[in-house]
């Protein structure tokens, strides 16, 4: 937690800073000017020009582009002055070549002063101008805003993806090639996964094809759907699967990396300059797949169905679905197999917990008692699909089990509205359950006997499988 507050502390100083030493030099620029200009012409027209540069830090406060910017303040002061020079001066050709040299410095200096950092405070590169000229008509119907959405986010994504590999991943893959660099490439791929730069290739290539696909937007004809199919990009997506698994290893790994001085220097020198976290890039593949679902539903939603895309755009989506659906199984399953591996590793048991088959359910203290005639006493208890285990805590954060119950030949009782009870094989007896919450207990019973009901159907239907006769 070190750095959480400093960081952000950090980056809104940095940023401040650099908008403060922005405007501290941009002043002797403004003075020189209006002083060469008093000297040459006049002094009255320096009010005019005042007028003109004021225009220009405007310009500079309007959501546009860094480039635009650029653009409108050179045409915008060239044509102003160019007609003061004739209006005021009579001489507008020198005029308008002290504006042109002025207006070159400006950009100049701020392009090598403020554009020099990992990260700039503008955007890193101006939009794709294809994606403008693609969807130049005036008035675009519902339809037409959907896939110009979804080609201004896969646009946004990859230039995010290209980001995280220059300023993250090339530098630390090669910090890792060092005898003594302060991370290993085994810590590289558990923080970026082993399928980062596949993500990032597929990416370039389905841009790529919406680019040659939508060079012009027809209303009628454009099949937008065709990008996927035609890609075979369905099929490549699969690789998120992979991602989703590895990403709370790679939170888990970048956090326990940040006790390194040095790693956490390293992060927080390309933070500073950045408008967001490497977590907050890192969690953006998550993120994509289930985008691609909610706009390919909207734009199907939006298309006739006699469309010449919509069948494309109606595959597309199912085969969306079923990978976005493939990747929250298997983050799932990640989940699960990390769960059992922390049970396993705190507990002390006999019996092997982690088996590809289990599936952990939940766990908590509650009172029971496995003999009749016995007091009830807190014990953790941890449920799985089919087994369900009774400790109780020998040290802070370690417990030892005292019983291990087979769900599958188990039977169960609900004894009154704050007990049950579930029998294990006879030798152990049975074991009582007791709740003061009756909520609490219903809950518990009803996952108990919903576990059974599971792991029985299971095992029959495995024995129906090998015994099909």
Known sequence: TRGITFKNISLKRSK???KKQQDTLYVPFIFTFLLINGIL???????VLCLMIGSYFVIDGLALSYYRKLQIVAITMSIEM????????GDGILLLLIASIFSGCLVFVHSLVFRSGPL???ETEPSSKWIEDAFSMQRL???ANIVREIVTTEDKYLRDLIKVKKQYFTPWKKEAMKDRGFITMDEVDAIFSRDFLTIIHIHQELFSAMKKQLSHWDEQLTQFGKVFIDQGMTEYLKIYMGYAANFDESLDTIQAKMEDERFYDSKHEIETYSNGTLESYLITPIQRIPRYKLLLENLVQHTDIEHVDYQDLTKTLKSV???ANLINEEKRKSENMKRMLHIHNILKCNQEIVQPHRVYTKEGDILIK????????LRRIYLFNDLLIVSKKKSKGNYESLLLVDLYSAGLEDISDHEFSVKND?????????????????EWLTQVIECKADTVTKVTSRHSYTNPS
Request: a negative charge; aromatic letters at 18%.
């Open 82 to 89: 160019l007609l003061v020079g004739w209006i005021i001066a």
């Open 426 to 442: 006879p030798n152990s007896g049975v074991v009582y359950f007791f709740f003061e919450d009756i909520q609490l207990k219903d």
């Open 321 to 323: 679905t079923e990978i």
């Open 16 to 18: 401040s800073n650099l």
């Open 41 to 47: 012409f006049n002094w009255g027209t320096c009010l």
């Open 120 to 122: 700039s405070l503008y």
């Open 141 to 143: 119907t519902i339809r």
């Open 370 to 377: 496995i003999e009749k005639d016995s007091s009830f006493k």
